[in-house]
Each structure stands twice: as C-alpha cells, then as structure tokens.
C-alpha cells in the first residue's frame, strides 16, 4: 500500500516548513534560472508580437521589394501594369556619401566631411504607414522640399550645423530643414554605416550622387487598395519581375528582423538553461545534504513501516514544492529580466515594445524549472532506498567499503538516473530551440563541460589535500581547518566549484571572444594596408585622384584603385540560377553582386585551378574564388551569363583562384577580363594609407574636389561595428551572469546545510580559546579558496574555449588576457565570500555553552 | 592552613526567562577550589550541575555573582576575552568527545595550543608525547571517525593537557563509554592531572567516579546541599 498523496504532501510541507532558511536559498537558485529563461522568452514574445502588429508600419508599407541595381526600363512598365490592378508602390534609393557644413571654407577644420546614409524618398508617397516625426514639427513634404534634408540629431553634433543652415552635399549646397526624430521604417534600412538623413528624390538628383553604378539600394514600397489581387499573388509577381529583390510582405513582418530575433531567443534560452541547471544543481545538492541530515527520520519512518516508495513519494513531493516555489519567484525575476531588454538593446530598436505579462513564457519558465529540478533529484532520491532502518541503532558506525563489483551495483541507479538527466536537459534544450538537434548538441556539449569542470575540480581538490597531508612547511592551524573545511561531509565543494565554474567560464569566454575579435579588428589594419577607404569614384575620376593623393601629406603607401561592377549573375551554362540546385550558401548568388575586372593577375590573387588569361585576350573570360565556385556549382570551361543594366554576357571560366589577403573593394570573387565587362558602368574603390593624425586633412581635401566620393575611416567605422558587437556581447554576459549567481546561491545553500555540524565545530573551538575572529577566519580562508579555484577553474577553460573558437572557428588570432582573468577570478572569490558569509554569518553567534548540551 | 584558591565563584545565580515563565536553575552557590584539589559535582538530572559547569568556565554569563578564575575575575568579560582565558586557563573533557571531526588526532591535541599562538615545533612534539601517553603511539594521523569512543575520549584527555592549564574541567567523561574503556579513561585523566598538578573539576553522577575525587560537592535544585572532605590528599598536591 502506498501512502496517498494528500499524506505524502502534508508530511512533506512539515519538513519543508522547518526547514525555510536551507530552503529559502534553494529556491533562489531555481529562480535565477527560471528568471533569466522566461525573462528571454517573455521579452522575446512581447517582440514578436509587436512586431507583428506593427509590421505594415515597419515595413511603412503592405510588400517591400529591396534590391542593389536601379531597376530596368522593363522593369519600370511591369510595376506600371501592376500600379494599374491597384498596387500602387514608390521608390527608396539608399546610400552612403560625404558632406560638410557650407557655413565655413571648405579647407578650415570645421568643414571636416562626415558620412551620411542618405534615404531618398517620394514624400508625396511615402510613407504609406506610419509617420516621421519632425522637429520642429512641419509636413514631411515640407521638410523634404528640393533643395532641403532632414537629419538625424547627430548629424548636427558632428557637422556642427544647426536647422536652417547649410550643407554641402554633392555637387549641392543643402538646407537643413528639420530634424528627424522618428522613422517607420527605420529597421528596414540598408545603410546603415553612416550618419542618417532623408531627401525627397528631386532633391537627391539634383546632388549628382547617383551615378550610374554608384553603390545604392534600392526600396520598393507597395501598398495594396480592396480592389488588388490577393498579397499572394502580388508577392509571386514581384519576384518575377524583380528576380534579384528580396521581397516582404506584411504577414511576416521584417523576415530579416523575425529570423534574426530566433535565433537569437534560441541561443539565450539555451545560455538561460544552463543557468537554469546550475540552478537546479543546487537543489539536488540541496536535497542530497537533507537527506542526510534526515537519515534518522527516514530510518524511524522505515522501522515504523514507511516503504522506500512512501519515503522518496514524501521527498518527491518536496522536491516539487521548491522547484515550484523557484519557478513562481523566478517569473518575478523574468518580469524585471524581460523590462531590462528594451535597455540593453535599445541602440538598434526604437520600437516601443509592448511589454505584455505572457502566460506562456511564465508557464514555460515554471514547468522547465520544476522539471529539471525533478531530474537533478533522482539520484539523491533514489539513494533512499539504501537506508535500513536498523541505522537508528547503530548511528556513527562508518559504512563499510564494499568490493568494487558490488559498488558497481550499487552505481546502477545513479548511471541510470544520469542518462535520464541528460536525456531530458536534451529535451528540453530542443523544445525551447524547437529544434531536437540542437537539443542534442547542447545536452553533449554541456555534458562534456561539467565533466571537464568535474575531473579539474576533483584534481584541485585532490591537490589541496595532498597538499594539506604533507605540507612542505607548517600551515597555520586556521588555514588548515579552513582547506579541511571542503572536505567536510555535506560540503557540496565540487558540486560548488563545477557551478560557479561553468558560469565564470561561459561569461568570460564570451566577453574573451568579443574582446580579442574587436581588438584584432581595430588592429587589423597591419602596416602597408589601407586605413582609409574611397567609394563611388567614377572611371574618369581616378587619375585626378590619384594625382590629388600623391600631393596629400602622411601618405604611407601609393593609393589602390579597384574597379566594381554591380551585376546578377543570371545562369551558369545557359540554367537560370533560379532553376539550379545549389549547396545551402549557393543561394546568395541569386541576387546582384558586385565584380572587378583586371588586364594582369592581382598579387592578392593565388590561381589553384586552371591559368591566368593572357593581356590580349579578346573572348570573355573569368576567373571564380574556388569556393564561390563550389557553392555555385561551377568549374573551368562552364559559362556563365551575367547582366546589367538589361545587357547580358556569357563568359566563360578559365581559372579559379583563392584570395591571399584582404584588399581594397572585396569584389574579388569574381574576376573578368576588361573585354567581358566593357560598356558596363563601373565604379572604383581606393584604398590608401595614410598618418592617423592626416586622414582629416585628406577628407577636407578629397571632398573640397570630389564631393560624390566618399571616404570612409576604417577606425571610425570600426568603432561602429564594435558597439554592435558589445552590444550583444553585453547581453549574453547579462544571461550568463545568472548562471554564476545560481553557482553562489548554491554556495549559501551549503553552507546552510551544514550548519550544525560548523555550529558544533566553532563551539568546541570557542571553548578551546578560539575567538571569534579566529572562528571567522577559518571561513574566510574556505570560501576564499572555493571562490579562488572556482574563479581559476572557470579562467581556465574560459581560456582553452575562447582560443579554441577564436583559432579554429572564428580564424582570428588569441592572445591571454591577464587582466580579465585576474578580475574574473578576484570577483569570483569576492562573491563567494559574500555568499558563503551570508549563510554563515550566524553560526559565529554560537554561544560556548552549547557544547555541554549533548547532541 | 587555607590554600591558595585557583576558582573562587560567590553568590552563583543563573535564571533563564523563557518569555512565558522564568526557571533558576541556581540560587546562590559558593564554590572556591584550592589548587590542585579533584572535585566532584554530583547531582540528579535537572539540579543545575553542568549549568553551574559553564558558568565556572565561563562559557556562558552569570544573572548575579562573581567568578575569580587564578586570580582573573571573569564576570564582566565579553566573549572574546572569556576564550581567551579559556585557552590559557582551562581544559576540557566532554561526554560525547567534542573531536573536531576534519582534524587528525595530533592536530586536535595541537589546536589549543595553536589557538594560544604557541610555537608549532614545541607543541607537536608534547601533543605526541601526550597521545603517547594515553597510548595512542600509532593512532596520531587517524580522523576520530575511525577511532574508537574510547580512543576518540584518549585523544579529548591530551587535548585538554596540551596547554598545561592550571585547571581543567571534565562533564560526564565517561558517559559515553562501557565500564572497561570507562575505567580506562578514569585513570588516565587521575594519573595526567597528578603528573601535571592540574586542578580537576568533574561532573558526574557515577558515584564510583565521584569516589575517587578529594571532595564532593552536590547539587540538588540550583543549591548545594552537600560538600564533603573525601580524604587527606587535599594538600598532597603532586
């Protein structure tokens, strides 16, 4: 006969009502897991749904249409028929030049140019959801008048210019009319490098900044009227007639956006479940040392007729009861969590999220926190069954060791219960990636990093005994009883050391990997290559150029000119791309891409297949970087069709090459001889390198004589890329910092749980003529040196995977980071002092006397 | 012929207010020890003799009195300064053997005289020369989990002799024990307090164990109600 449940519960409430302050630190753990999971999902969710809301106005349309070629002439008369069913669209032109402020000479360190992503729209039209918002607050088509630009706050700050004045911009002066405080569509942008500002198309042409060939995106918006054909319909149009956009439609909001916000919950969620475990680690470490401690009881409930079943029913019960607890108080803390996000990513959506509470992500959060509570309990549960009642009679007799076969045995359950573990933190982690793969991938890959944690916790540990066994020279009897400390039973220290490891380990690699990938980025422009790039320079402009940048002072090497074409690549050997089957990467061929042309062989290129062709060659040829080749499926002697500009070329491949080193323009994938692209509008990268402290003079100069090219400080613009990076960066060490706080809160727990036996101890010392200081210091000295080897420990691996990823997967350099490591492992000890103090700061009170209290 | 007095405690009273109800456990007791007497406290179960015990080490504070340990009046002392009298002036014998339980036998015989501040080389070699004498030669690396309660006892006795304390205070020390490691026990602790002169203070409601002592003092309901001379080795200190 089993105990009912409702007997198992109230004995199970009893225990746990005695029992709140070990508890009270158990249920913390669960809720800093559960807390950064629902956290993730809950602000993930509100997003999407946000997003989807508000998708018509994101997009500032019902489709948008998105491409890097100026639409045919063909082209323009099909959108026509389409406007003609009652789909109305208007064109965006985007893209990236310089100005300056015209209230001061071109030459005087005011007029220093900045870059600006100029948004080139029909204000009659756009947009056709949403508004922009001005100050001060006139009509769009106001501010938008042809000889105006609205600008983004910063653009002022940077050209020192205030509403009203002007700017030089092109072949243009300006005027500033308003500043631009909102856009609807500004995630949907393209150009995103430089300062943002807006023009009506009138305006922009009268700049002479579109060239044929210029670098530029270019938005269709579409909206639709109740007369339209379905959005299904239209959508299969455009791609006809578009084949190289990239085209959205107001069901899934910005695919861009929607498919970059899952991978990124999924990737948190999992960071989440790990603090999660951690968390969960403690319970069952929380657990293991009650069940200890109520060996007594559960041998009485035995000998009084309780089964092992009743028993691990009653602690079952209990187990669910805090793991229930550590949920409900963790979707507390993913409330505060998920208002946080909007903080920390605010720099790149200026979406007003609406912060909803979600029930489903609460729910998730609760049932993923009593689950993985349950699966870190069974070993410690199914020890239970190991009791005998005849225990009560016979208390301090040490166990027996028993012959190896037997231990085996015994060993059975707990193999058992631990693939079951795992089984089911796979399961989970590939419910909440949706995603059983990866489900698998982390429950291994965690697998691998706790015993890792475990085998050099378990070697520092072994170190330290040995060490205190036979000490080269006399420790102090207070560092000694500290160091002893850690091997007392109960005392959870690998299960501690693991937790706090695993999240020193996770938040220093993450921010290792963002460091030494930033650092090596700013750094990556090695002497002799180019710090300063120029775009949109027109054929006949590179001469002149290059005269102009031979008399620039703190020129460092010549100046390298490139040239780029914008083409689509429409079929290799005669098989429209469309029509192909390509490997996975294959597919970004499908829209328009930009390619060189070169008479002799560049050095950055090596040739791995096939030859160079000779200077004279007359036929179009070209040679493929060898895994652009693979990915489009290609080889010598096949033929391939680009077209520009409604012209078509068939050349065919003689050669494919690997690119040696980085160099001006990129566009290198793809290397024709002159003949195959003559006729086509070609524009040319430059690269120079110049003193830092002349690239202001060189913009001033470049700009006061080219005004169209734009000149792009890598250094600044790096600086942009490296905020992103932070940014992320930022947020993953938010997530992972939950996972050391679990490891800490664990920390408390142990110590909670072994309270009586360090109250005892410090009694008997206190008797002895320990004061209390003296009592303390033991402590210290033992949550010191947890802390310390956690932090080493966690420095360690942290170490060995960020050189590991940045070398074998992110093909950069690695370099120790000695100041990190030192902050990681000083905090790490700091915390655990803070925690472990925390629980035990009581047991000091102790008064003496209860050492004549027997037991 | 008075001696000189190591203990001198006077008007002994200790009152505990549990909230709903206040018990005294002592009502006035006058207790001075001369040096190098054996005392025995006995009395029932609830007559206040391991409270009256503490108070004398001070381990825990008086409601009214004076107490005078080797001239140290210990009444108003804060915590800190009572361990530190106990470390110079008092060992320590338990019932239940009170083993620091992370500590070989050898480091829990040296921890007082560490906790003293004392030089380790010294101390080591009379922390051994003490388990020697209690006849645990080999037993010196053992935990107590794998001694035995008579052994583990063995070890509390040198560990109470380490810092040669002029005084040295025993609760029921054979308690936990059978009558054979008992009687083991017993005359170990009557043969090191002779050798090394200490004053013995015990608690027990043995008879047979309070027969060996010089005096009896017996407690019943928080007063003293018998102190009696046992023999003539009251001043024959060894």
């Known amino acids: 006969m089993s105990l009912p449940l409702k007997t198992a519960g109230r004995i199970a409430w009893r225990e746990t009502r005695a029992s709140t302050a070990k508890f009270l630190f158990v249920v913390l753990a669960v809720a800093a897991g559960v807390g950064a ?303 946080a996000f909007p903080f920390l990513i605010s720099k790149y959506f200026q979406l007003n999220v609406q912060m909803g509470w979600n029930a489903g992500a609460a729910f998730q959060g609760v049932v993923v926190g009593v689950l993985t509570t349950l699966l870190f309990t069974v070993p410690p549960l199914l020890s239970i069954r190991k009791v005998r009642p005849a225990l009560i009679l016979r208390r301090d007799m040490p166990e027996a060791k028993l012959p190896w076969n037997k231990r085996l045995r015994d060993a059975g359950p707990v193999i058992v219960s631990g693939v079951l573990i795992l089984a089911g933190i796979g399961a989970v982690a590939g419910w909440l990636a949706e995603s059983p793969k990866v489900g698998g991938y982390f429950a291994g890959g965690l697998t691998v990093s706790l015993i890792l944690l475990a085998i050099v916790a378990n070697v520092l540990l072994r170190g330290v005994r040995s060490f205190l066994k036979n000490p080269p020279l006399r420790i102090p009897m207070l560092i000694r009883q500290g160091l002893a400390n850690l091997y007392r039973q109960g005392n959870q220290a690998q299960a501690i050391l693991v937790a706090m490891g695993i999240g020193v380990m996770f938040t220093l690699t993450v921010y290792l990997v963002q460091h030494q990938l930033v650092g090596e980025i700013i750094q990556s422009a090695p002497p002799g290559m180019p710090n300063v790039f120029m775009i949109g320079i027109t054929p006949d402009q590179v001469e002149p150029l290059r005269a102009l940048l031979k008399e620039q002072k703190g020129i460092e090497a010549p100046p390298e000119f490139a040239p780029s074409v914008s083409v689509r690549i429409a079929a290799v050997n ?31 290129l090596a040739i791995t297949q096939g030859e160079w062709w000779k200077a004279d060659e007359t036929k179009p040829v070209l040679s493929i970087d060898e895994e652009a080749a693979r990915n489009l499926v290609a080889k010598i002697g096949d033929t391939i069709d680009i077209e520009a500009a409604g012209r078509m070329v068939t050349a065919q491949v003689v050669a494919t090459h690997r690119v040696q080193q980085m160099r001006v323009g990129a566009a290198n994938e793809f290397v024709f001889n002159s003949p195959a692209l003559e006729g086509f509008p070609a524009t040319f990268y430059g690269g120079v390198r110049v003193k830092s402290e002349q690239v202001g003079a060189l913009e001033r100069s470049t700009y006061a004589k080219f005004p169209t090219i734009t000149v792009i400080n890598v250094v600044e613009a790096l600086g942009i890329m490296q905020q992103v990076v932070d940014q992320v960066a930022l947020v993953i060490r938010f997530l992972s910092g939950f996972a050391i706080l679990a490891g800490a809160v664990i920390l408390a727990a142990s110590v909670a749980g072994t309270r009586f036996r360090r109250v005892k101890e410090v009694v008997i010392l206190k008797t002895l003529g320990a004061t209390r200081a003296a009592a303390g210091r033991i402590f210290s000295v033992e949550f010191l040196t947890l802390g310390i080897v956690a932090g080493v420990m966690g420095a360690l691996l942290a170490t060995v995977f960020s050189r590991l990823l940045l070398l074998r997967l992110l093909d950069a350099k690695f370099s120790f980071d000695p100041l990190a490591t030192a902050v990681a492992v000083i905090a790490t000890a700091v915390l655990a002092q803070a925690s472990g103090w925390l629980a035990g700061f009581k047991i000091l009170r102790q008064k003496p006397l209860e050492v004549l209290r027997d037991e | 012929m008075e001696e000189v007095a190591i203990l001198e ?203 060996r002592a010089d005096r009896i003092i017996t407690l019943s309901d928080g007063l003293v109600t018998a102190d009696e001379l046992r023999n003539a080795k009251v001043s024959t200190p060894a």
């Open chain 1, 574 to 604: 005669g098989v429209p791309l469309e029509n192909r089957d390509m490997p996975g990467t294959g597919r970004r061929f499908r829209g328009s891409r930009s390619v060189m042309f070169a008479k002799e062989k560049p050095e950055s």
């Open chain 2, 9 to 211: 405690a006077t008007g002994i009273t200790k009152t505990i207010d549990t909230g709903t109800h206040r018990v005294e456990i002592l009502r006035g007791v006058d207790v001075v020890v001369p040096t190098g007497q054996f005392v025995a406290i006995m009395g029932a179960s609830g007559s206040g003799k391991s409270t009256l015990l503490g108070l004398l080490a001070g381990l825990d504070t008086l409601t009214s009195g004076r107490i005078v340990i080797d001239g140290t009046d210990i009444t108003g002392l804060d915590e800190d300064e009572l361990a530190l009298v106990r470390g110079r002036k008092i060992g320590f014998v338990f019932q239940s053997y009170q083993l620091i339980p992370t500590l070989t036998a050898e480091e829990n015989v040296l921890l007082p005289h560490e906790l003293a501040g004392g030089d380790p080389r010294q101390g080591l070699i009379r922390a051994r020369e003490l388990l020697t004498s209690v006849g645990l030669a080999d037993r010196m690396d053992h935990y107590p989990v794998q001694l035995s309660g008579g052994e583990q006892q063995r070890v509390a006795l040198a560990r109470a002799f380490m810092t040669k304390p002029p005084m040295l205070m025993a609760d029921e020390p054979t308690g936990n024990l059978d009558s054979v490691n008992g009687a083991h026990v017993l005359e170990l602790l009557i043969t090191l307090n002779r050798r090394e002169g200490t004053t013995l203070i015990l608690v027990t409601h043995d008879p047979r164990l309070a027969s």
């Open chain 1, 37 to 339: 999971l629902s956290g993730v999902r809950g602000f993930s969710q509100s997003f999407r749904a946000t997003l989807k809301e508000e998708s018509r106005t994101i997009m500032a349309a019902d489709l948008t249409a998105r491409q890097f070629m100026p639409p045919s002439d063909e082209q323009v008369s099909r959108l026509n028929e389409l406007a003609a069913q009652g789909v109305e669209h208007t064109l965006i032109t985007e893209t990236i030049s310089m100005a300056s402020s015209a209230m001061v000479p071109i030459d005087s360190e005011d007029a220093t140019p900045a870059l600006l992503s100029i948004k080139a729209v029909d204000p009659e039209k756009y947009p056709y959801y949403g508004e922009v918002k001005l100050d001060p607050p006139i009509s769009l088509k106001e501010a938008l008048a042809p000889d105006a630009i609205a600008v983004a706050q910063d653009v002022l700050l940077r050209i020192h210019v205030k509403v009203g004045d002007k700017l030089r911009l092109g072949t243009q002066q300006v005027r500033v009319s308003a500043v631009v405080l909102s856009e609807p569509d500004r995630m949907s942008g393209s150009m995103n490098v430089g300062l943002r500002a807006m023009m009506s198309r009138e305006g922009f042409e009268r700049t002479g900044l579109m060239q044929f060939g210029s670098r530029a995106a270019y938005r269709y918006l579409f909206r639709m009227n109740a007369k339209s054909p379905d959005v299904e319909y239209v959508r299969a149009t455009l791609k006809s007639v578009l084949p190289a956009a990239l085209v959205a439609d107001f069901r899934e909001s910005n695919p861009i956006i929607t498919r970059g916000l899952d991978t990124s919950t999924t990737f948190l969620s999992l960071v989440s479940l790990i603090a999660m475990i951690v968390g969960a680690l403690g319970v069952a470490m929380a657990m293991h040392a009650h069940l200890q401690q109520k060996m007594d009881n559960i041998a009485v409930m035995k000998s009084l007729g309780a089964t092992s079943r009743d028993v691990i029913g009653i602690y079952t019960v209990q187990t669910l009861l805090l793991g229930l607890a550590g949920g409900v108080l963790g979707v507390a803390v993913g409330r505060a969590v998920q208002s």
